[in-house]
């Protein structure tokens, strides 16, 4: 079993059970808050000539373990918006990356950006919940669903006024996500899910077929300034960053490096 199929098993055990105890009924009538617009403000960065960065509150993961000791969600939310970060992304899933929801309520309220809840998303059920919690956004993971279900949680998040992530990672998945989804927010992660293995050329690969009006986000190995230089050269102007933020020690003075150089 390769380690994505063994995430998604462990995940449908997980949500099986949370379905138990609160129905969707019961989730909308949680008042999550205005949704933020996600990929608005991703495009507002772009237009004005930056950078759209979506800066990621990572504790753990399966493929470094533990990234961040002192972790503290909403101080690094601050920090976050502070270096001209666009969006938030925040791991939401407890048993691979040490994810809680209360990580995202605790970032989306000490700042004023979108959230994105960064889980393994399996059933329309989890986008009910991940509104009530606050979240803006949720992550549609191609690899890890089949058609139906992938179109039942994107039209759960947009009748939400949510957006959806589309993350791919080769030509087969591109191809799924323009022709079964209506959303144009496509992230191309470069971590091959399956080895953890990451390739920057993956998104300069992808970013030659997309259309026109298609709104691309590099994903995942994203170390630097130049990181974001030699995506942009292909085009690429948004991107989903983790792991080398969260292990600076002035976390607004790296983003803005990030960003700016
Ligand atoms: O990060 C992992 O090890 C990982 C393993 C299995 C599935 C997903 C995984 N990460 C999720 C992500 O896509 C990244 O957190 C995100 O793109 C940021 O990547 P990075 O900047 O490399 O932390």
Known sequence: MNRLTEILATKAVEVAERRKSRSIAALDAVDGGAVRGFAAALETRIAAGGFGLIAEIKK?????????????????????????????????????FQGHEEYLIAARTACSLPVLRKDFTIDPWQVAEARSIGADAVLIIVAALDDGVMREIEAAALE?????????????????ALTQLDSRLIGV?????????????VT????????????????????????CARLAASGVHAFLVGESLMRQSDVTAATKALLEG
Request: hydrophobic share 35%; aromatic share 4%; charged share 25%.
């Open 60 to 96: 753990a993961s399966p493929s470094k373990g533990l990234i961040r000791e002192d972790f503290n969600p909403a101080e690094h939310a601050r920090s976050y918006q502070a270096g001209g970060a666009a969006c938030l992304s925040v791991l939401t899933d407890a048993p691979y």
């Open 204 to 227: 300069e690969r992808l970013a030659k077929l997309v259309p026109a009006g298609t709104l691309l986000v590099g994903e995942s190995g994203i170390g630097a300034h130049a990181d």
């Open 160 to 176: 939400r006024g949510m957006d959806v992530l589309v993350e791919v990672h080769d030509e087969a998945e591109l191809e799924r």
């Open 189 to 201: 992660n470069n971590r091959d899910l399956r080895t953890f293995e990451t390739d920057l050329g």
